[in-house]
């Protein structure tokens, strides 16, 4: 069965610090894909990122950005010079092919606390 | 273009009552997932719903039912409410073709069930 790690529970920063969240995934199949979701306060789940497990190229959006390593199952995400409202629970997810339908295995989250 | 709706936002039951939410999806996506939250078991797939079939089911009791409409909208069903059923649930649609474990999820902002 697929399992996804995020072993930070709680980050605090100070504003304009880098962080980066860890997630480890387990799979036994060769084909899938990874997800980054963010959870404000108001509960509803914003799509990051998308990576299939075919590209290990890292990925820059702005400020964020993200490391797929498959030799060591991680894809962590880190945000450069981090904002106060960047602060909620960040969730990795693992979907896979096999099975058929969407049906995402999410981490237990890392709530990231940015303070001024 | 509006995102995904949920109906009712929040609301009470007693032990033993049954509760009926709704989902509708965007405009044009075919699969409607739910989900289950809480603080102890994190974010938990219930089932999903493409084309009005029930295409994948997670591990929950019979207790927890689901239905599509011709429409995609969706509603979940839970009968004989238990205390631990108190969750925020969650609904996300997508496109739900080709392949589908790529989709990229959409989520609603939630239902928040409290059971007394």
């Known amino acids: 069965a697929q399992k996804v790690t995020q072993a930070q529970t709680e980050i605090s920063v100070v504003e304009k610090e880098d962080v980066t969240l860890d997630c480890v995934y387990e799979?036994?199949?060769?084909?899938?894909?990874l997800f980054w979701y963010k959870q404000p306060p108001s509960g509803e789940l914003v799509f990051l990122i998308r990576r299939n497990s075919f590209d290990e190229q890292n990925e820059i959006s702005g400020r964020y950005s993200w490391n797929f390593q498959k030799s060591t199952s991680s894809f962590n995400f880190t945000i450069t010079a981090s904002q106060v409202v960047d602060s909620a629970v960040y969730f990795c997810a693992l979907s896979e092919l096999t099975g058929g339908g969407n049906k995402l295995t999410f981490g237990t989250g890392t709530q990231l606390k940015v303070e001024l | 273009k509006a995102g995904v709706t949920q109906t009712p936002r929040y609301l009470i039951k007693t032990r033993g009552q049954q509760v009926t939410l709704s989902c509708s999806p965007i405009s044009g996506h075919r699969s409607v997932s739910w989900y289950q939250q809480t603080p102890g078991q994190g974010l938990q797939f219930l089932f999903e719903y493409f084309s009005e079939t029930q295409r994948n089911k997670g591990n929950f009791p019979g207790r927890f039912s689901g239905r599509q409409f011709s429409n995609s909208r969706s509603e979940m069903n839970v009968s004989t409410l238990e205390l631990g059923d108190s969750a925020l649930y969650l609904c996300?649609?997508?496109?739900?073709?080709?392949?589908?474990?790529?989709?990229?999820?959409?989520f609603g902002a939630g239902s928040r069930l409290t059971v007394l």
């Open positions: 996300a649609s997508s496109l739900g073709g080709g392949l589908s474990g790529a989709n990229v999820l959409t």
């Open positions: 799979t036994r199949d060769t084909t899938y894909y």
